[in-house]
């Protein structure tokens, strides 16, 4: 409790009311990918509604849902009970119409009036809407499934997921990254959803999931890791077998959705490994496990609000209920609880503990401010149920179609060599289609280079494919490519894309905690995506920066040049102090030098070293001859109004821990 209290007082509380006008960004911008990747959400403050208008009533009073809307993918029917042949067409056509908009999932919500009025209908009504629901849905090849069942005016009510099936190269994976503070259960979690078997409450649940020997041997996590957990039509986990565990192709084969899980390490020392992996890997959702007998510690705070800073939806899960006292259970709540009510956050949490509040879920699953909470044991299997029906409903936040026209990029997260096959790089697709033969550009090297690669083969979910598509995790073996010459970091890009390494680059960002000033030659460690080195600050528009300033801000790298590109998302870091921002502009040393972007009073200081006259050109090798449109030069104006969200930041000011 006196964490907290500290971490509300002082000057952390007072950033939290800093003006909206300070160093807006347009928010379509606060992610680490361009912004057409993503769905738009709706908020509260967009639609006018308060706090209690966003949750609603209690389900179990509940008589009236919000008016229909024609998009989406939720339609209302009062009963579908022997519709003639002409009726019927165009119900399928409305179907159809509903799983578009869903990407292969609609609701129905059956029994309910247009207006959102729970008439209800008897038992025979029901039996025979929901036999035509699935006649329906059995001429568009997909299958109905109850979800809830609760009472209207007249009878019943049932919510109905109909879900089409997909063929294999067309399954929906959403990513979703597990954090939270050290011995909290995160892997221990996602081996219980992964295999089926609850643990004995000694670790023997999460053997499956570290990477390590020295993993088993400590229990905690050191190295990012990622295990699947596939759906069916029905909603049915298609990981769990009788005979055996299945493997990642046979999940495949049996699912229409799979939910890809980033085991995130907790501990202190690893924190730079949990901020790559929240960055690189681009998760839909971060899944924040709480130990109700630990509570809320700093590194939770940590993990919350690196959770906050990059706009990633929020699930929280509080863990170990089977071992904790009442007492200590509350106090656990009510802090987690307190912290998302922050004037700062402005968060909705809502604890889920049935079916019905589960159905609250579903309807408030579009929107950012809604935090579901889940309390569970991975030991005795309480509240299991509630949350795998809550995952079976997520759906993808990054729309990756959009970018399949592009060039492809890959980003390197790591390498190795296997004997016999050679070297492999792994990471994830995040634009355009990668075949096997095709020839790429990987880069940069430490002259800022890159070198024209050819891929022998192509691994997805541990099964050989012929090509991978955007928001794929795939590894790629490399035809005569030593290990030597390939770093975390790098990037696979088409040669048609003419890539370009950059020393320098604007950013513009806000400072979430630091303990005194920030001022030129500050040199933080930057993290992008899957780049991670220190830059030095050479260049900025205001004398001095504190907590909670924001700032037009030129860095440039110590050791080597990167690739990096207006637009992208990036945290700084110096032990306990950090920030966020959005890079703005890249430059090479002889642009940043002619560059005159800041106010005169200020130009004399934002000197470049003198280094810098002497490296290398970041330009490719292959970029003068590789065909394909011309690479766009740096802008050079700014908007006034770039650079993270003010708000967004407040969010994490309130959050981060001194």
Known sequence: MAATETLLGGKLAKEMSVSESSGKLD?????????????????????????????????????HLEQEVEEGNVEYKLMLVNPSPERLVRLISQLKWRLSEGDGEAIYELGVEDNGYLYGLT??????????????????????????????????VC???????????????????????????????IGVLTTGELDNGRGRARVNVFVHKHEVECGRTSAVSEQIVGF???????????????????????SCKILSFFDLAGHEKYLKTTIGGMTGHLPDYCMLLIGANMGVTRMTKEHLGLALA????????????????????????ATITRLLKLRGVRKLPFLVKDEDNL?????????????????????????????????NFLTPRIQWSESEDEYGELLIDSNFFVTGVGTVVAGTVTAGIIETGQKMLMGPDGNGRFRMVQIKSIHKRRQPVKSVAPGDSAGLCLKKVKRSMIRKGMVLVHPD????????????????????????????????????????????????????????????????????????????????????????????????????????????????????????SCSSPHAAAAPGPAAPQPSKTIASGAGPSTTNSRQVSAIASR
Request: a positive charge; hydrophobic letters at 35%; proline letters at 4%.
């Open 497 to 616: 894309a003419r890539p370009t390494a950059s020393w320098s680059f604007k950013a513009r960002i806000r400072v979430l905690y630091h303990s005194t000033t920030i001022q030129l030659k500050y040199q933080p460690v930057i993290q992008c995506l899957t780049m991670r080195q220190t830059a030095e600050i050479v260049a900025m528009d205001r004398e001095v920066l504190r907590t909670g300033d924001t700032a037009l801000v030129s860095f440039r790298f110590v050791y080597r040049p990167e690739f990096i590109k207006p637009g992208m998302r990036l945290v700084f870091r110096e032990g306990r102090c950090k920030g966020i921002g959005i890079v703005d502009s890249c430059y090479t040393d002889k642009e940043l030098r002619e560059e005159t972007l800041f106010p005169r009073r200020l130009a004399t200081r934002a000197t470049v070293p003198s280094a810098a006259s002497t490296e290398p």
């Open 159 to 189: 919510q109905v997921l109909v879900r089409q099936m997909r063929d294999a190269d067309k399954i929906r994976n959403i990513r979703v990254a597990v954090c939270g503070n050290v011995d909290s259960g995160k892997s221990t979690l």
């Open 359 to 391: 159905a609250t879920c579903l309807k408030n699953i579009e929107n950012d401010r809604f935090v579901p909470m889940f309390e569970l044991s991975s030991v005795t299997g309480d509240g299991l149920d509630l949350l795998r029906k809550h995952l």
């Open 123 to 156: 038992d025979e009504q029901m039996s025979a809407s929901l036999a035509t629901l699935t006649a329906m849905a059995k001429d568009l090849q997909a299958e109905a499934s109850i979800l809830t069942t609760r009472h209207g005016k007249h009878g019943k």
């Open 232 to 254: 069916d039509t029905k909603g049915n986990v298609t990981n769990y077998t009788f005979l055996h565990g299945s493997t990642w192709s046979e999940i495949a084969d049996r």
């Open 310 to 333: 990059l706009r990633i939806p929020l699930i929280v899960v509080i863990t170990k209920i089977d071992m904790c006292p009442e007492h200590v259970y509350k106090e656990t709540v």
């Open 27 to 63: 928010e379509k911008t606060t992610r680490c990918v361009p912004t057409s990747h993503y769905v738009p959400r709706t908020t509260t403050e967009s639609s006018g509604c308060s706090d209690t208008t966003f949750l609603g009533d209690s389900i179990e009073s509940l008589q």
